[in-house]
């Protein structure tokens, strides 16, 4: 029996709805007397979109593993005519069609699904702008932000996977900067934006490399093709010829950039953390929970180019492994939450990418959906905590929530527990398989002759996943524990000095925090939820007792095998003994160093302490290293100065060479008129002259006298009736 | 058949009193009439060899002057009102705008 593509014929619903709701709402939102509607459209087109992706779900789930793809096909979009490929002239189009697969599947479904919990907590949290009008805008941006990333992941080739990567860029860049009016959210927009950019040109020319390479865009022609393509002996382009994995590594590369900018990997993280300036909704939408993970998609969509691009592997590898290490330390020295959480995504995104850089495709994609869980709810449960004490980030004023908001205090524990890799929260399962296949990089079933860059990852690894556990603790324990210092009340001297007064009710509100409404806590205590269970649904092999790694046999059908499918073999030791080490001694050692700093002594004595020990240290870590203003100093003052330079360039030689050439053109046009006012007018005035002076005679015919018209009339008549009487 | 001379000595004598009132006269209205007596003249003149050919062509010929006769006049009339609107005078030798 032959298993072709299913139709879907309400596919191209799920991308479209969110947009219809954006349209809609951009459109009328500001007339719209009542937010309600706003809010009807806006929940409605996405809850819709998620049943819908359920629906295609379920049915996908009940085909045979080698048929579960849903194709649909729109409309051609490009037709580049004959283009010359590998194999001379062939003829291409791309179509804007959606393709429903295992992977895609369920990125939809994580898309739509966490896009409609943060949609229903926006209700909640932007409550306050529906006053001010522009919730609807707000409300419009989300859903366009839900149709990008619905493009992104259901696109069936890789022009609708770009059209969906810059869409998602843009829409972070709305949200970013949904306060423009504040300087601050405008500049960190504007910096998302550039760097995203810079990203996106990687991503662009690791495209055209792979169309140059295939002809084709298509993933299921992509995809079908490579062995064909790695089995020639050489590829020539742009007049180079090397073998197909040299060209497999240098797209991989490229793409690895755009990833780099899209998924915030070093060195593009920068904007990520600034990009908390956004409402947090956003914050947990698209800087924790989808678009940054776009990335990842991409790299396990094109999982058949990565494996076969060791050295693109390798990158991507190290620059995980790298930035999980780095992010987790700058994540140590904030205290604003969001910062915080910020540096743990990037974190955390980092481990995601060592998963996929150890050729753990399937591991690195189940950690981008635990992640998700329990990072869309850490965020939205601080900006419940934001919401509750009025706007304050600054965790050393925050503090002693823990009764005082119940529901999201749960909620948050439990996500931290998933992210510190505690058994049996789902974070354990992700985080410890990546980890666990880094390692088996260089130990290879227990010869240690693998690379030594696993070995270095594995160790980045480790230590990144202890500062993990430890800054969550951290954030948790002064967040929710000790005393409240909000308005003034500060025992221990812990207060942030008075900030910029922003909202300007800070102070004049004395009354106490207090839970947030339901549309508020709820999709925090369900993506907690979501982050305690999601774990089993891929447990790995070795604790196979407990349950089947489903969510790698749901994805292998889309991954490249290289050889032939390796045989379960026998667990090595070694697994079960960092396994234990890991949950048992390693996240609770570091959580437990954290209750022992910050917990058992409200004063935080030893952590001041340190830092008046250390001074340079803690300012280099709190200051995130410098990179910000290494940046600036290295890339945007030259940038700037390079313009400085063009500009005077411009005014002098540009405009100068306009100026001469207006100049020219007036010098000329003087001589132009003295020639035709002396010349020309000279010549057609001495004609006058002369006809005037021959006239004279003709003039004395012409007296203006009646009758002596008539007397020559007369005598004309005369002459002419002698000569016909004579004649 | 009777003989014509004398209506064509009539005749003359009348085209020559208008010719002469035509030239001489300064008055547009003086001039006209003028114009009309010439005219009949003519006309005169045609009925005169029309009765003496015994044709009819000449009558008919007349009638038709008689009727352009009629419309020279309305014309005229017509300019000289319009011209005396215009100069407060009908005298022709005060009206020189054309010369040259």
């Known amino acids: ?727 | 058949m009777p003989s014509p001379n004398f209506a064509l000595v009539l005749s003359f004598l009348l085209f020559s009193i208008g010719i002469l009132g035509v030239l001489i006269r300064r008055n547009a209205l003086i001039i006209l009439m003028c114009v009309e007596l010439m005219l009949n003249a003519a006309n005169l003149n045609l009925i005169a060899f029309a009765r003496h050919s015994g044709t009819v062509g000449g009558q008919a010929f007349a009638l038709l002057v008689m009727g352009l006769a009629a419309a020279e006049v309305a014309i005229g009339l017509a300019l000289v009102v319009a011209l005396y609107r215009r100069k407060e005078t009908v005298r022709v030798d005060e009206i020189d705008l054309l010369k040259g």
């Not at chain 1, 956003?282 to 990842?296: E, R």
């Not at chain 1, 931290?416 to 666990?436: N, Q, R, V, Y």
């Not at chain 1, 018209?709 to 007369?714: I, R």
């Open chain 1, 1 to 727: 029996m032959i298993h072709g593509p299913l139709h879907g014929s309400l596919l191209w619903l799920i991308a479209f709805l969110p947009v219809f709701g954006a349209l809609i709402n951009g459109a009328t939102g500001r007339r719209a007397r009542n937010t309600k509607l706003v809010d009807a459209l806006a929940l409605g087109s996405v809850g819709i979109a998620f049943a819908l992706s359920l629906f295609y779900f379920i049915v996908l789930m009940r085909q045979p593993s080698e048929g579960r793809v849903i194709i649909q096909e729109l409309w051609t979009w490009v037709d580049f005519g004959g283009a010359h490929v590998l194999d001379g002239l062939t003829h291409n189009t791309v179509s804007w069609a959606y393709r429903f697969d295992p992977l895609s599947g369920a990125m939809a479904l994580l898309v739509t699904g966490v896009g409609f919990l943060i949609h229903l907590f926006s209700t909640g949290y932007m409550a306050e702008e529906r006053e001010d009008g522009r919730y609807y805008r707000f409300m419009a941006y989300l859903n366009l932000f839900v149709f990008s990333m619905l493009n992104l992941v259901l696109g069936a080739n890789l022009l609708m996977m770009f059209l969906g990567w810059e869409g998602v860029g843009l829409c972070s860049y709305l949200l970013i900067g949904f306060y423009f009016e504040k300087d601050f959210a405008a500049t960190a927009g504007k910096k998302a934006f550039i760097t995203n950019r810079i990203g996106d040109f990687g991503f662009l020319v690791g495209f055209f490399l792979l169309f140059q390479i295939y002809g084709s865009a298509d993933f299921s022609t992509l995809m079908g093709m490579t062995r064909e393509v790695l089995a020639r002996p050489e590829i020539t382009l742009f007049g180079l010829s090397h073998a197909p994995t040299w060209w497999f590594n240098l797209a991989g590369c490229c793409l690895f950039v755009g990833a780099c900018g899209k998924s915030a990997q070093i060195p593009l993280y920068v904007w990520l953390p600034d990009a908390m300036a956004g409402p947090t909704p956003v914050s947990a939408l698209i800087h924790a929970a989808t678009m940054v993970t776009s990335g990842l998609y991409m790299i396990a969509r094109l999982n058949f180019v990565y494996v076969n691009a060791p050295v693109a592997l390798s990158v991507v590898l190290f620059v995980g492994a790298l930035t999980a290490l780095v992010a987790a330390s700058m994540g140590l020295a904030q205290y604003d939450i969001k910062k915080v959480l910020a540096y743990s995504t990037v974190s955390q995104l980092g481990f995601m990418f060592m998963g996929m850089g150890a050729g753990a495709f399937t591991a690195g994609m189940f950690h981008v959906f635990t992640h998700a869980f329990f990072k869309a709810a850490l965020f939205l449960g601080s900006g419940s905590v934001i919401l509750a004490c009025h706007h304050e980030q600054d965790m050393r004023n925050l503090g002693g929530l823990k009764d005082k908001l119940p529901w999201t205090f749960r909620s948050m524990l439990v996500a931290t527990l998933a992210i510190a890799g505690i058994f049996p929260f789902s974070g354990f399962f992700s985080k410890d398989e990546i980890l666990w296949k880094v390692f088996d990089g260089w130990y290879r079933h227990g010869e240690l002759g693998g690379s030594q860059l696993a070995l270095l990852a594995w160790i980045m690894g480790m230590v990144a996943a202890f500062m993990t556990a430890f800054y969550m603790t951290r954030l948790m324990i002064m967040t929710f524990w000790g005393e409240y210092r909000g308005h003034g009340h500060d025992p221990h001297g812990l207060r942030a000095l008075a900030l910029p007064d922003e909202h300007g009710h800070h102070e004049s509100h004395h009354h106490e925090p207090h839970e947030v409404p339901w549309n508020m806590w709820v999709p925090v205590a369900i993506l907690g939820g979501l982050a305690l269970v999601a774990g089993f649904l891929n447990i790995p092999h070795s604790l196979h007792w407990i349950g089947s790694s489903r969510f790698s046999e749901w994805l292998s059908p889309l991954l490249f095998q290289v050889g032939a499918p390796e045989a379960h073999e026998a667990v090595p030791a070694m697994e079960y003994v960092l396994m234990v080490w890991a949950t048992l001694v390693w996240a609770p050692g570091a959580m437990l160093l954290a209750w022992w700093i910050y917990g058992m002594d409200p004063s935080w004595s030893k952590a001041r302490a340190f830092v008046a020990r250390f001074p340079n240290l803690f300012r280099w870590v709190h200051n995130k290293y410098f990179v910000d203003e290494f940046y600036e100093a290295s890339v945007i003052q030259p940038t700037l100065r390079v313009g400085e330079g063009l500009w005077v360039v411009d005014g002098k030689v540009v405009d100068g060479a306009v100026n001469g050439a207006a100049w020219l053109s007036l010098f000329w046009g003087r001589v132009s008129f003295w020639f035709d006012s002396k010349i020309v007018d000279g010549l057609v005035n001495l004609i006058a002259w002369l006809i005037e002076q021959l006239s004279w005679a003709f003039r004395r015919l012409q007296s203006g006298r009646v009758h002596q018209y008539a007397f020559v009339m007369f005598l004309g008549f005369l002459v002419f009736a002698l000569w016909k009487f004579l004649v």
